[in-house]
């Protein structure tokens, strides 16, 4: 803004671009970071740690950027800035520490948090569940909700709905394009004239699109919930098996039944003391497998295919994905929380179709 004289508003896709520069730039700086640990603190650290280096680079990159009063990379290449949406000017330190701290500490505080508040609540809603089946007789509409919650609660209690409305609104208006943005009321202005012959063509037909998968999403989640209660008003959906353990019978049940085990690590904690309660099984101390010894899984030859291409060292318990690659139990389950693809040949894997091997 100049004197009286507003430039014009940002339109979508130079605040896309703008973004996809800022990811590229941040990007390479996690790369570096990476590097930089692995060299000091070995593979495996780098990996475990692979969440915070990448908070770490985003918040490095805005606060040497946004934080102190800079335009960013992406902004400064599309010639966009900043600017408070009630006053039209450029946003005080206030706004900018927040938008940062939403942006980028309140998703990793929710990814740190979430976890542990679920099984918390599944654990409840479990033994609730167990206290009705054993009692027996009609289910009450307080039942019903309660398995609904157990069966939906990771998606109930998922901000990506939240992201995904959003984005559906940026679409449609052009303006603020991530969540953080809209919440502290930052927009983007162009820091020059724009021609007639410039004006940018917008992307309602991608709000149009994401609109119609929400929809549809929502129409097929509320027929599997309406056929999977009438299915278990006619036949239990659940059984009690010894010490009050109680397994779904749904065929499609696979995840919700193995996600106390899934949401396990590999060390000692209360994590692993509470699955130990559930299934009154002793978790190991120590990897049942090692194949530093070579009488172990002979069939896998040679000293190099024996080690995990993630951690470098000789695989423990050794896990295979459904595309054939080989990893430590520990190391493909980490890696598959944070991002669901075989990290060879990037295929898609999830964590619950993970398969341990035996000899």
Known sequence: MVGNYHYPFASSPDIIRSNQKDAYFEGILLEQLSSILRRLYGARFAHTYTSEARTFSELIYLGLTTFIGNRTLGEEYCDIVQVEDDALQLPSIQRRGAYILTTILLPYSLNKLLPAFRRRIRAKLEANLSKSARRGGKTSLRTHIQ???????????????????????????????????????????FTRNVEAGEQRVGYEVLGVLLVLQIAVQGYLHLHQTVTVANASSQAGSSAVLDHGVEVSLDPNAYSSNNALLFETTGTRGDKLEGLEKVTHTAALEEPRYRLQDAETMQWINGRQQRKCTLCLDEMKDPSVTTCGHVFCWTCIGDWCREKPECPLCRQTSLVQHILPLRG
Do not use: D, M, Q
């Open 147 to 189: 398995s609904y919650l157990l069966t939906n609660f990771e998606t109930i209690t998922s901000p990506s709905p939240v992201y995904a409305l959003s984005l559906a609104t940026f679409y449609f208006s052009g303006a603020y394009y991530h969540l953080g943005k809209r919440l502290w009321g930052l927009r983007y202005t």
